[in-house]
């Protein structure tokens, strides 16, 4: 007669599938799963990879400015999420968020343009084409809409992705053309939309 074979005991199996779990979590630390092409970070990273909770920047005179976020939009088409001119055709899908600076004077909506093809590139400063401020209620950025923005960026950099800065006062002030722009406000929008954009492409 051959032997009958014993099933395992309840806690045997429970050995079993513990020594399973910590066996896959060592070959995952070990092999971690490889990084998703540039093209597809925008939806394979998680939300706070994209628009982090606090983005470090420096004052004009060199001092430390940390901007924190305020909130995070609902994705949208371009054609809402950026002005027309901000963006070419070709444009996927657009994500936003604002951030205000420590102090809550300023406040910067950021929008991520995700692109088909590579962009070439833009740059600008003063009050150009940029993405749609974007408020949320109840903060810094309570009043911020399309008359409170002072000045803005549109960075790319040949990648496939534009990222976009539209920056003004927590107050709720509207900009009259002529304005000045102070140079804290000018650097909030460029070094957030550096920082984001150099997130998903390096």
Not at 29 to 35: C, E, G, H, R, V
Not at 105 to 114: E, L, R, Y
Request: glycine share 10%; aromatic share 8%.
């Amino acid at each position: 007669m051959g032997r009958s074979e014993v099933p395992p005991l309840p806690f045997e199996v429970a050995v079993y599938h513990h020594l399973s779990v910590v066996l896959l979590s060592l070959i995952s630390s070990l092999w971690p799963a490889p990084a998703p092409p540039v093209a597809e970070r925008w939806h394979a990273w998680p939300v706070a990879r994209v628009f982090p909770g606090a983005v470090p920047g420096s004052s004009p005179s060199g001092a430390r400015v940390t901007y924190v976020l305020t909130g995070v939009a609902p994705e949208a088409p371009c054609v809402t999420a950026f002005q027309p001119a901000a963006v070419r055709p070709g444009c996927r899908t657009a994500l936003r968020a604002t951030y205000a600076d420590s102090t809550q004077t300023f406040v910067v909506t950021v929008g991520i343009a995700v692109l088909d093809a590579p962009s070439p590139g833009r740059d600008g400063s003063g009050r150009p084409a940029t993405v749609r401020p974007a408020a949320f209620p109840g903060g810094p950025a309570a009043r911020f809409g399309d008359r409170q923005y002072f000045t803005g960026v549109v960075v790319g950099s040949g990648e496939r992705y534009l990222v976009g800065t539209a920056a003004g006062y927590a107050d709720g002030r509207a900009y009259q053309p002529g304005d000045r722009v102070v140079a804290r406000l000018r650097d909030a929008a460029r070094q957030l939309a550096t920082a984001l954009h150099e997130a998903l492409v390096r």
